[in-house]
């Protein structure tokens, strides 16, 4: 068996179907997790998440990258990109997602670096993203980028959950 090839490469509209399956797998995987539901029920996309993956290909202000093992997209990575108080840009990963059994191959790692790369050719001069109490996975991918937690969110359901 040969080697498996990741690539990364920008969404176009036509990757449209493949985009919102992914977020649909990334959305099924996210209420599983703990803090999963608050995300979900802050997400102004709520209602059609899916939907708002596409749209991030025509926002002018987002990177909407696809990973790929040999031609075939396996995940995604959003980053959007905003002017903060200063007049500094910040970058924010808003979402990467690849599918469990292309895990642990490259794909996410090819993802983000992508990403950095376009953050910094865009001028910003910092990137942050979320990670989920628990998921130590996702933490310990961040940390394996050079980004640190700078804060955490605390929640609580006042309804007696």
């Known amino acids: 068996m040969g080697l ?3 690539s990364v490469r920008v969404a176009e509209l036509a ?3 493949i985009l919102r399956s992914l977020a649909a797998e990334a959305r099924a995987e996210l209420s599983d997790k703990k803090g999963g539901d608050v995300v979900e029920r802050l997400d ?3 209602a059609d998440s899916r939907a708002g993956i596409v749209n991030a290909v025509e926002d002018p202000d987002a990177t909407l ?3 790929d093992i040999d031609g075939t997209p396996v995940g995604y990575g959003l980053m959007t990109l905003r002017t903060v108080v200063d007049g500094s840009y910040h970058a924010t990963v808003e979402e990467i997602f690849v599918l469990p059994e292309a895990r642990s191959v ?5 993802i983000i670096e992508a990403l ?3 953050a910094r050719e865009r001028g910003a001069v910092a990137v942050q993203s979320m990670a989920l109490p628990g998921d130590r996975a996702t933490k310990n ?3 394996s980028q050079g980004m640190v937690a700078r804060s955490i969110l605390v929640h609580r ?3 007696g959950r």
Request: glycine share 12%; hydrophobic share 40%.
């Open 106 to 110: 490259g794909v996410g790692e090819a």
């Open 116 to 118: 950095l790369d376009d």
């Open 15 to 17: 990757d449209r179907d």
């Open 44 to 46: 102004p996309h709520r």
């Open 141 to 143: 991918f961040f940390e």
């Open 4 to 6: 498996m090839e990741e």
């Open 65 to 67: 990258l696809l990973g």
């Open 157 to 159: 359901w006042l309804d």
